[in-house]
C-alpha cells in the first residue's frame, strides 16, 4: 500500500461518525458536527450519541453498532476511558482513520493515561486504523471539504498547497487565523496531538506525495524518533520545502515536560540537525507563515546574490542588513547594467546596488526599466524590491511579474501604505506570484529562507 | 533659554511660510502646503511663489521680502543651491526654525554638497534657526496642528506620547502607517535628515522635557556624536524610556556610505553602548512599535519574574522560550499561590506555571480568580497573558485591568482571533492599559524590553 492509500480514511474518507456527537453548543461534539457541516462535507456524517435524534440536522445514531452501513472515519470526542472499547467498536464498521480529540492519554504525565494511550495503539494497529491524536483539535482538508476538528471557522481557511503539521491546536488556531489574514492557501491541517502511531515522519513521507501540497510547515515542540524525521525530511526536501518552527527550549521544557525532561537541553541540537537535513528553521510562527507563502508562490533562488530596488534608502538599508546577516550576499551589477541605470536613472541617486529609484518613481518607463535591468543582470539571483505608497505611483506590477518570469528569477517584495491602501496593489503582486510583506525586515529575512532552500535543492540535484 | 524655548519656533510655530510652494500636484512644495491645511494648522500659512497667486485657497506671496509680518517657521522646498541664500531671507523676517526638506547637500557625498550643507549651517547659527533637514520629510507636532512634511497623511495619525525621531523619511513612513494601523498615538514626529545643526541628542534632550512625550522612539543609521548622544539618553531614561532602532551593519555600511566608510565595523559597538546607557535596543519597526505601545501604556516592571497564564499550552511555550532566551526567569509562585490554583482549576491541567486555564476559560468567575491570583503573588512581576479566540469565551477585560493596577503589576498580552473577530475585545483591553499583540513572540519579546527598561529605571532611582 502507497503512503497516498494509507492516509486515504483519515485525508479523503466516504463517510465519517462523530463519536461524542452533541446538540449543546458548550461541548466541543457539537463544534465537531458544525464542522463537518459548515465544511459541505460532500460523504455521510453520522453523528452518534444515545439520548438525541437529530443534531444540526443529521440523524443521530444510539451506537457504532447502529450504524447501517460502513464508515471510513471515526472522530471521537467522549472521555479518554472510553476511547479503547469504542475503537474496537469503529473496527467492527470498518473504520481506517480515527480522530481522536479527547485528552487524558500520555500529556496528563501519568500510569492511567499512558496506560490508555498504550492500549489505544494496540487495537489501532491490530486493525490497521491510522490515527491523528489523541489530545488533538482535529484534520482539515481542503480540497476534500473535510474539517474533521472542533473549529468550525477552519472550513473558511483558503484552499491551497500548504500543508500544516502542527503539534499544539493554540499554535495551530494562531497559525491558520493569521494565514487566513495573509490569504494563504492551505492543503491539509493536522494537529499531530500525542501521536499515537502517525508521527511527524509519517506525515511528512505523505505530503512529500501529496499532489495538493507544494510546501509543508509544520510546528515543533519534540518528536519521539528525530532521526526517523530527519532521514525521512532529508529525501522530501528534495522535491518540497520543509518549514519548521521548533520550540521548547530549557525553560520551557523545565515548566511544560518536568515530569519527562526529554526534551530539556537538546533544543539546539534539534535545530541544528533539521537545518542540516535540509528544514527551513523559523523563529516564530510569522516567519513561519512568510516563509511558507513565498515558497507557494515562487522557485527559490539558486544563489544568495541578492540586489535592492527601492524608492527609499532606510528601508533598503534595513534590509542589506537583515540579508547579510542571513550570509547573503548583495550582488555586484555587471558593468552593462551599471552603465545602463547610471543613463536611466537621474545623478545623486544610488544607482548602483541598492538601487534607489526615488526621483524615478514617478516616471512608471523608467520604473519599469529599472527593474528590468536589475532582473536581467547575470550577477543577480534574487530581487528584494520595495515601495512605498504615494499617490502618484502606479505600480507597473504586471511589467514587473513579466520581467521576473522572464528571466526566472525570486522576487521578494516590502509595499507599504497607509490603513486600507493599496490593498488591491499588494493582492495583484501575490497574485502574480510576488509576495508582499508589511515590513522591510520580514521581506529579507522570508529571501534568507528562500535563499537556504535555494541552496539545499542546488546541492541534491 | 530652555531647551523648550529653544524648539517652541519648530514645534509651536505661530505662523508658518512654505518656500516653494506650488500648485503642482507633481511636485513636494504642493505636498507640503497640504499638510498644513490637511493637519488644520491654527497659524497663518504664507506660500512663497512668484508664479502663484492662490494655493489650495491661501494667498500666495511672491517672495519671502514681500509676507506682510514676521513668521517663526519656514519650510523650505526648493534646489539646494538656493537655501542658504533663502536662509538669509528668512533670517530678515525674524524666523527662527527651518524644516530644509530639499536634498542635494552632504547626502551626495560630494564636494558641492558638503559646502552648501557648510554654508546652510553658518548662516543659521548666526542667526539663531534650529534648522531640521536638510533631506527631510519634515516634522509633525500632532499636538500643534503641524504637519510641516511633504506627507498630508500624517495629519490623520493619532495624537498620543510618543515621539517619534527618524534618520530616514522611508523607515518614519513605514513606522507611522503601522503606528495608524495599531493606533499609536504620537506626539511629535521629526525626520532629522543630514541633522545640520539639530542632532539626535538636542532632541532627546528636548523630548526629555516635552510634557506631551512619555516615549521616545529612534531610527538611527549613524550618528555623528554618539558620545554626546549616548550621554543625553543616560539622563533621559531616568524619567522616560528610550527605544532604539539602529541599523547600517558592514555589508549596508559598505553599500550605502561607500563614499565616507565611517560606520563599517563599528555598530556592534554602537549597539553596545546604547544599550549601556539604557536605551531599549530593538531588532525591526516592529518591534519598535510593539515596544512603545507597551510603554506608552502602562509602568514597565521592576523585575523579570515572569507569570504565563495562557488558553493553551503551544502558546505558553513559546513565550516562555523568548523570554528565557532574554533573561527573563518564570516565576515560582508561592505556596499559597498554588494551593489555590489547585483548588481553584481542574486537574490534568498545569495550574503552575504556566497556567494552562483550557478547561476554566469558559467559567468566567475561575478564569477572574486565576489571572487575580496570579498578579496577586509577591513572586510574580508581570504576567504575560495569551488568549485564543472561542465563541463561548467573554473575556473578563475589566476585572484584569483592575487587579492589574491593584497589584500593580505589568500585563502584557497576545490575543488571536480570526480575521474581523473580537477587535472589540482587544480595543478594550488596550484602552484598559493592557497591550495586545498579534503572536506570542512578539508579545513576549516586547516584555523582555519592558523588563530591561525596569531594570534600568530600578538602578537609577
Known amino acids: 500500500m502507497t503512503v497516498l492509500e494509507k492516509f486515504k480514511p483519515i485525508f479523503y474518507p466516504k463517510s465519517v461518525m462523530v463519536v461524542g456527537a452533541s446538540k449543546d453548543p458548550n461541548k466541543m461534539g457539537y463544534y465537531c458536527v458544525k464542522s463537518l457541516k459548515d465544511a459541505k462535507f460532500k460523504g455521510k456524517i453520522y453523528p452518534i450519541n444515545p439520548h438525541a435524534q437529530k443534531i444540526l440536522g443529521f440523524k443521530v445514531y444510539p451506537s457504532i453498532k447502529d450504524l447501517p452501513e460502513n464508515v471510513d472515519l471515526a472522530v471521537i470526542v467522549?472521555?479518554?476511558?472510553?476511547?479503547?472499547?469504542?475503537?474496537?467498536?469503529?473496527?467492527?464498521?470498518?473504520?481506517?482513520?480515527a480522530v481522536i480529540i479527547s485528552g487524558g492519554f500520555k500529556e496528563i504525565g501519568r500510569e492511567e493515561g499512558l496506560k490508555l494511550q498504550e492500549e489505544t495503539v494496540n487495537i489501532a494497529n491490530k486493525y490497521g486504523i491510522k490515527i491523528i491524536g489523541p489530545n488533538t483539535f482535529g484534520v482539515v482538508n481542503?480540497?476534500?471539504?473535510?474539517?474533521?476538528?472542533?473549529?468550525?471557522i477552519f472550513s473558511k481557511l483558503k484552499k491551497g498547497n500548504v500543508a500544516l503539521i502542527s503539534q499544539s491546536g493554540g499554535m495551530c488556531h494562531i497559525i491558520s487565523y493569521h494565514g487566513m489574514e495573509e490569504g494563504i492557501g492551505f492543503s491539509k491541517i493536522v494537529g499531530v496531538?500525542?501521536?499515537?502511531?502517525?508521527?511527524?515522519?509519517?506525515?511528512i513521507e505523505y505530503f512529500g506525495e501529496d499532489p495538493e501540497t507544494k510546501v509543508i510547515a509544520m510546528y515543533i515542540e519534540g518528536v519521539d524518533d528525530a532521526r526517523r524525521m530527519v532521514e525521512t525530511a532529508k529525501k522530501v526536501v528534495r522535491k518540497k520545502p520543509i518549514v519548521a518552527y521548533k520550540v521548547g527550549r530549557e525553560g520551557s521544557g523545565k515548566a511544560v515536560y518536568s515530569h519527562t525532561?526529554?526534551?530539556a537541553g537538546k533544543h539546539e541540537i534539534y535545530k541544528a540537525a533539521f537545518k542540516q537535513a535540509g528544514i527551513i528553521m523559523v523563529d516564530s510562527c510569522i516567519e513561519l507563515l512568510d516563509?511558507?507563502?513565498?515558497?507557494?508562490?515562487?522557485?527559490?533562488?539558486?544563489n544568495?546574490?541578492?540586489?535592492?530596488?527601492?524608492?527609499?534608502?532606510?528601508?533598503?538599508?534595513?534590509?542589506?542588513?537583515?540579508?547579510?546577516d542571513g550570509g547573503l550576499t548583495l550582488a555586484k551589477f555587471?558593468?552593462?547594467?551599471?552603465?545602463?541605470?547610471?543613463?536611466?536613472?537621474?545623478?545623486?541617486?544610488?544607482?548602483?546596488?541598492?538601487?534607489?529609484?526615488?526621483?524615478?518613481?514617478l516616471n512608471i518607463e523608467a520604473y519599469k526599466e529599472a527593474v528590468r535591468l536589475v532582473l536581467a543582470d547575470e550577477n543577480v539571483d534574487t530581487l528584494l524590491f520595495f515601495c512605498l505608497y504615494h499617490p502618484?505611483?502606479?505600480l507597473p506590477v504586471e511589467d514587473f511579474a513579466k520581467a521576473k518570469n522572464k528571466f526566472k528569477k525570486c522576487m521578494v517584495s516590502c509595499v507599504v501604505a497607509p490603513k486600507n491602501m493599496w490593498i488591491q496593489v499588494k493582492r495583484k503582486m501575490e497574485q502574480m506570484g510576488i509576495p508582499v510583506f508589511p515590513s522591510p525586515e520580514r521581506a529579507a529575512k522570508t529571501l534568507v529562507n528562500l535563499t537556504f532552500y535555494g541552496k539545499i535543492r542546488k546541492m541534491v540535484s
Chains 1, 2 share one sequence.
Request: hydrophobic share 40%; aromatic share 4%.
Open 78 to 97: 467522549i472521555p479518554a476511558k472510553a476511547v479503547p472499547s469504542t475503537l474496537e467498536e469503529c473496527a467492527q464498521k470498518q473504520v481506517k482513520g
Open 142 to 152: 481542503l480540497h476534500a471539504n473535510l474539517n474533521a476538528s472542533f473549529t468550525p
Open 193 to 203: 496531538g500525542n501521536r499515537c502511531n502517525v508521527e511527524f515522519a509519517d506525515l
Open 261 to 263: 525532561g526529554s526534551l
Open 291 to 302: 516563509t511558507v507563502k513565498a515558497l507557494a508562490l515562487q522557485e527559490p533562488p539558486n
Open 304 to 324: 544568495g546574490r541578492f540586489a535592492v530596488v527601492s524608492k527609499e534608502a532606510g528601508p533598503a538599508i534595513t534590509m542589506i542588513d537583515v540579508c547579510t
Open 334 to 361: 555587471t558593468d552593462e547594467t551599471n552603465e545602463k541605470l547610471k543613463k536611466l536613472l537621474p545623478p545623486f541617486t544610488i544607482r548602483t546596488n541598492p538601487v534607489d529609484v526615488a526621483f524615478a518613481s
Open 392 to 394: 502618484g505611483i502606479k
